[in-house]
């Protein structure tokens, strides 16, 4: 299974990105996908994950500006940023798993977003 992400960039604070999460390979193991992002000098955070049947969970921090999406036909998952801060300024990863318990088997390489003030 291989994951390229794409759709970083730089944005000023408020504004819009869009990432999206292209799965190609094997992918019958593939039921749940997952956005992370690490900010430098900190861990990797789980920022939103959601199922093939489409339930969704976020951290606190990007509940309601956020938003994961997967499209199973396409093999493909996407997170609309919306309200954009400069807190967000990370590079993000996505991930593909069995179970929305269990996002995070396969990664890709991450895409850098950075938002200024």
């Known amino acids: 299974v291989q994951l390229q992400a794409s759709g970083g960039g730089s944005v000023q604070a408020g504004g819009s990105l869009r990432l999206s999460c292209k799965v190609s390979g094997s992918r019958s193991s593939i039921a749940a996908m997952g956005w992370h992002r690490q900010a430098p000098g900190k861990q990797r955070e789980l920022v939103a994950r959601?199922?093939?049947?489409?339930?969704?969970t976020y951290a606190d921090s990007v509940r309601n500006r956020f938003t994961i999406a997967m499209d199973n036909a396409k093999n493909m998952a996407f997170l609309q940023m919306n309200s954009l801060k400069p807190e967000d300024t990370a590079v993000y990863y996505c991930?593909?798993?069995?179970?929305?318990?269990?996002?995070?088997?396969?990664w890709g390489k991450g895409t850098l977003v950075t938002v200024s003030s």
């Open positions: 959601i199922s093939s049947r489409g339930d969704a």
């Open positions: 991930s593909a798993g069995p179970s929305i318990r269990l996002p995070s088997m396969y």
